[in-house]
């Protein structure tokens, strides 16, 4: 399993749809992009395909980059 990977795997207490995967943020290329497709990665990792595709489409509606980082922290917990 490679590092991407590793990180995008939620915790298995977690995986209940309404709930938050972890997420590992730190490290990340900051670039707005690399953000939202590790989140979209965890998401979906922790089987929630629908709250990952909302994600998406709000990240991609956001004003500024902060917006979206806070997005990211309604979503998933971000380590």
Same mark, same amino acid.
């Given at each position: 399993?490679?590092?991407?990977?590793?990180?995008?795997?939620?915790?298995?207490?977690?995986?209940?749809?309404?709930?938050?995967?972890?997420?590992?943020?730190? &490290?990340?290329?900051?670039?707005?992009?690399?953000?939202? &497709?590790?989140?979209?990665?965890?998401?979906?990792?922790?089987?929630?395909?629908?709250?990952?595709?909302?994600?998406?489409?709000?990240?991609?509606?956001?004003?500024?980059?902060?917006?979206?980082?806070?997005?990211?922290?309604?979503?998933?917990?971000?380590?």
């Amino acid at each position: 399993m490679n590092r991407t990977q590793r990180d995008a795997v939620p915790d298995t207490d977690r995986t209940q749809a309404g709930r938050k995967p972890a997420c590992r943020l730190v &490290g990340t290329d900051g670039n707005v992009f690399a953000v939202i &497709g590790r989140v979209q990665r965890a998401l979906k990792a922790a089987g929630q395909p629908e709250r990952a595709s909302e994600f998406v489409r709000k990240a991609f509606q956001a004003k500024s980059y902060d917006e979206v980082l806070a997005l990211c922290m309604d979503y998933v917990e971000v380590r």
